[in-house]
C-alpha cells in the first residue's frame, strides 16, 4: 500500500526554470493538498483540492498553480522559479467527507532553486 | 485568523524522563485538533487526533493529548522518552471541521543519554 507518492525526490532548478511536481494517492481520497515547509514556519498550505474537479487557494498560492488530474492525481507547477521557492513540498491526502478526517502525507520533495 | 502557537522551538529531554509539549490554538470554536511526528528526512506521521468527546486522547508509540477548551490548549505528552523519540512535532488544526489543516511552527525534540 503507497499511499501518497510524490515524485521527484530532489530537484536542482535555475532561476526562471518550470517544473511540475507530481502527487498521487492510491488510497481513493477526495481532498488533496499541497504544502511547503520552511525552517521556523511549519508547514502552509499552497493549494489544495476538496474534490475532483475543485482547487482553491491555500495561505501562500503566488507563483504556483495546480491541476486536479482525476481523483488519485494532484500535481503542483512552478512556472517561473525563484529562489524564494527553495522548499520541501509536501502533498497530503484527506477522506473529506463529513467530518475533517486526518490528512496522510508523501514523503517530500526537496526543492532548490538557485 | 487561525493560529496554532507552539512556543518552544527546541527541548531536549533526558531519555526515560516525561515529556509535555505545548500547544495554544486561536480558534472561536473548537477545531479539529491533531499532533504530528516528522523523523528527519521524513514525511509526516499522524500521532493523534480529536475530534470531540473525551478530552485526553491516547494515540501512537505511548504519546497522549490533553484538549482543554479554558486554555484553548493542546498538550502532547509522554511519561518515559525514548531515543528513537528524537523529532519534529507539529501541532495543526483543521477549524469548524473544514480540510485545511493549520499547522504550529513544530518543536524539535532533542533526547539525551
Known amino acids: 500500500n503507497a499511499g501518497v507518492t510524490q515524485t521527484p525526490k530532489f530537484q536542482v532548478l535555475k532561476t526562471g526554470q518550470s517544473m511540475t511536481l507530481q502527487c498521487a494517492q492510491d488510497?481513493?481520497?477526495?481532498?488533496m493538498y499541497w504544502y511547503r515547509q520552511d525552517p521556523g514556519m511549519g508547514l502552509r498550505l499552497i493549494y489544495y483540492s476538496a474534490s475532483e474537479g475543485t482547487t482553491d487557494k491555500g495561505e501562500v498560492p503566488n507563483g504556483y498553480n495546480v491541476s486536479r488530474l482525476n481523483k488519485r492525481e494532484f500535481s503542483l507547477r512552478l512556472e517561473s522559479a525563484a529562489p524564494s521557492q527553495t522548499s520541501v513540498y509536501f502533498c497530503?491526502?484527506?477522506?473529506?467527507?463529513?467530518?475533517?478526517?486526518?490528512?496522510?502525507f508523501g514523503q517530500g520533495t526537496r526543492l532548490t532553486v538557485v | 485568523a487561525q493560529s496554532v502557537t507552539q512556543p518552544d522551538i527546541h527541548i531536549t529531554v533526558s531519555e526515560g524522563a516525561s515529556l509535555e509539549l505545548r500547544c495554544n490554538y486561536s480558534y472561536g470554536a473548537t477545531p479539529y485538533l491533531f499532533w504530528y511526528v516528522q523523523s528527519p528526512g521524513q514525511g509526516l506521521q499522524l500521532l493523534l487526533k480529536y475530534f470531540s468527546g473525551d478530552t485526553l486522547v491516547q494515540g501512537i508509540k505511548g504519546f497522549e493529548a490533553e484538549f482543554k477548551r479554558s486554555q484553548s490548549s493542546f498538550n502532547l505528552r509522554k511519561p518515559s522518552v525514548h531515543w528513537s523519540d528524537a523529532a519534529e512535532y507539529f501541532c495543526?488544526?483543521?477549524?469548524?471541521?473544514?480540510?485545511?489543516?493549520?499547522f504550529g511552527t513544530g518543536t524539535r525534540l532533542l533526547v539525551s543519554p
Open positions: 488510497m481513493n481520497h477526495n481532498s
Open positions: 495543526a488544526v483543521a477549524p469548524g471541521g473544514f480540510q485545511k489543516l493549520v
Open positions: 497530503a491526502s484527506s477522506g473529506g467527507q463529513g467530518p475533517y478526517t486526518e490528512a496522510f
